[in-house]
């Protein structure tokens, strides 16, 4: 992997890892059109610059982090259907992920549901009302909803924002409490994975790739972040629809014409 190759995805982490337009999909897009997919080293790199995209939410949201424990008892228990899930599920999930077709129909029919969401959730609280308390009920209802992004191409982001005003809350409050609980669950994988990797991760070439693709995936991420809750409280999410259905359309379109994703 070239320094340039590690720049552009970083870049697509650190602006999707929070947009409701899967970061995973992004990723596994942008690797395959840069002949990098099969690398064994861009698996590693795909993970572990999620570091820098967790540091963004913490640096942002900082105050939050320091509230009291029950916060962090509630994000737990939001984080463990995903924990358990995954585990149990880990072998069928990475055979999703080197299914470009899997990314792509995700993609179109996550971006229909985005189109209609504000609708369906128009009576829930106003962006500008206080935000409600958060249950352990609608902290484990989030969390189950955050699992349904164990298929690349639904987002992360998107399901658990979701989950969110399921439970009544107003989009901000739902998009604020993902940030919130992508943080162990980002952190959770990609401790796992650096386990997992660390010989791979120890070469100094590698090293040196990391360190600056989690410094690029933070200073994106932060931008990311204020940037999607300015649009989702004026826009909602039909922006964010339209434009999943663009790409999932073109991405499938490229594959009717015989276009090889797999380099």
């Not at 999932?248 to 090889?260: F, K, N, R, V, W």
Request: aromatic share 14%.
């Amino acid at each position: 992997m070239t320094f340039f190759q590690a720049l552009v995805l970083a870049i697509v982490e650190g602006l999707t890892e929070f947009l409701p337009v899967s970061s995973t999909g992004h990723m596994i897009i942008f690797s395959h059109l840069m002949g990098i997919h099969s690398l064994e080293f861009t698996k590693v790199f795909e993970v572990h610059i999620q570091f820098g995209a967790i540091l963004s939410v913490v640096v942002l949201y900082w105050k939050r982090f320091v509230q009291s424990l029950d916060f962090y008892v509630k994000l737990f228990v939001a984080f463990l259907p995903a924990a358990a899930i995954g585990f149990a599920l880990k072998k069928q999930i990475d055979l999703l992920l080197e299914n470009i077709v899997v990314v792509a129909s995700s993609l179109l029919l996550g971006g229909i549901v985005l189109v209609f969401v504000d609708r369906w959730f128009k009576q829930n609280p106003d962006d500008s009302a206080p935000d409600q308390p958060i249950s352990y009920r609608t902290a484990i209802a989030i969390g189950f909803f955050q699992c349904l992004a164990m298929v690349p191409g639904v987002s992360r982001s998107a399901a658990s924002i979701i989950g969110g005003m399921t439970q009544q809350l107003s989009r901000r409050q739902a998009a604020e409490f993902s940030f919130f609980l992508a943080v162990p669950t980002m952190f959770a994988a990609s401790a796992y994975k650096l386990l997992k990797d660390l010989a791979v991760v120890q070469q100094s070439e590698n090293l040196s790739l990391l360190i600056w693709g989690n410094v690029i995936a933070f200073v994106v991420a932060m931008v990311a972040i204020k940037t999607f809750i300015g649009l989702l409280t004026r826009y909602g999410f039909k922006v964010f629809g339209y434009y999943r259905i663009a790409l999932g359309l073109l991405i499938l379109g490229m594959l009717a014409m015989g276009y090889q994703f797999t380099l």
